[in-house]
């Protein structure tokens, strides 16, 4: 394996006090129930997260701004500790569909969000809805209204499940020229598949359309949660299954527009009992060769220049 880094930003975590915002998907679930900093740090504790970039949730829609302004107050409560030095930044659900009428939310937001807030997310990830949505002329023109907030946009497809999401990103962002966009997850690409595959083919050729737009950077995170296949693998084998992956997104962006991300905990939905601390060393394994500059604008520098971190009050 390789060496840990001695400090990390991780772009992309969710917590969550059911009983304070509607999480209605997690109702039921082992996820029923606070997760936060205390469990996050407990996760993490062999590293030194310097800040963690939230990322919304998913909640009920009617708590989009119930959940902005829950995180904001429990960012500003949170003592810094050895482990994890705190929320960096807020990444909250903004109903950009909507077009010229998402304003009014987005002065909201950043109202109550004391300058914490640093993107915004909608997700388009739902296979049940059409891709390309993405592309209508309020979508378009609620995503270009973010230029004068100066936040930027998560895009979160499923490339696994749903190919079709991926092209009209290209066409979006393109639109949107003066916006900065981050994709989620590396587009949650197909990892049971490897190179020569059909899934795997389709899937690169589409990062390599992305990359080519230089507004646009990717998080390297979510790849665990993304095998299907029933079996048991090592976590060795893992590292040899997401290497190409890996390889792709960086030829793709750059390493200048690369940044990690944990996903806590939707990532403890893995398989191989893979969690966080297993995807870090895996990823480490992947990037052991890379120089120690490359992996500290992995790791650190371009997760803290994209989301603005030395800003945060």
């Not at 029923?32 to 996050?40: F, G, L, Q, S």
């Not at 296979?127 to 592309?135: E, G, S, Y």
């Not at 500059?293 to 371009?302: G, Q, T």
Request: charge should be negative.
């Amino acid at each position: 394996m390789g060496p840990l880094p001695n400090s990390i930003i991780d772009a992309h975590v969710h917590f969550w006090h059911p009983d304070k915002v509607n999480v209605s998907w997690v109702k039921g679930s082992p996820f029923d129930t606070h997760k936060d900093a205390i469990e996050y740090s407990e996760k993490v504790k062999k590293v030194r997260i310097d800040k963690a970039i939230y990322v919304e949730t998913d909640v009920d829609c009617y708590h989009g701004l119930v959940e902005a302004d829950w995180i904001t107050q429990y960012a500003e409560q949170l003592q810094s500790t050895e482990v994890f030095g705190g929320i960096g930044g807020i990444v909250a659900f903004a109903p950009v569909h909507q077009g010229d009428h998402v304003d009014g939310y987005l002065r909201t937001l950043m109202r109550i969000t004391n300058s914490r807030l640093k993107g915004v997310r909608y997700l388009i990830q739902d296979p049940t809805k059409d891709p390309q949505r993405v592309l209508h002329s309020d979508f378009v023109r609620g995503v270009q209204l973010l230029e004068s907030y100066n936040l930027s946009f998560d895009l979160n497809i499923n490339c696994n499940d749903s190919p079709e999401q991926f092209p009209p990103l290209k066409s979006l962002v393109a639109q949107c020229p003066r916006v900065r966009f981050v994709l989620d997850h590396m587009g949650k690409p197909p990892c049971d598949s490897q190179p020569g595959d059909t899934r795997f083919e389709f899937w690169k050729e589409q990062m390599y359309d992305l990359g080519r737009l230089d507004n646009v950077y990717c998080k390297v995170s979510g790849l665990i949660t993304e095998f299907k296949v029933d079996d048991d693998k090592t976590q060795g084998q893992v590292v040899q299954l997401l290497k190409p992956f890996i390889e792709v997104a960086r030829d793709a962006f750059g390493v200048d527009r690369l940044m990690f991300g944990g996903d806590w905990p939707v990532c403890e939905l893995s398989k191989y009992g893979l969690k966080w601390q297993q995807w870090l060393e895996i990823l480490c394994d992947i990037v052991k060769d890379w120089t120690e500059e490359d992996k500290e604008k992995l790791f650190v520098i371009n997760a803290t220049r994209f989301y603005k971190l030395n800003h945060t009050k």
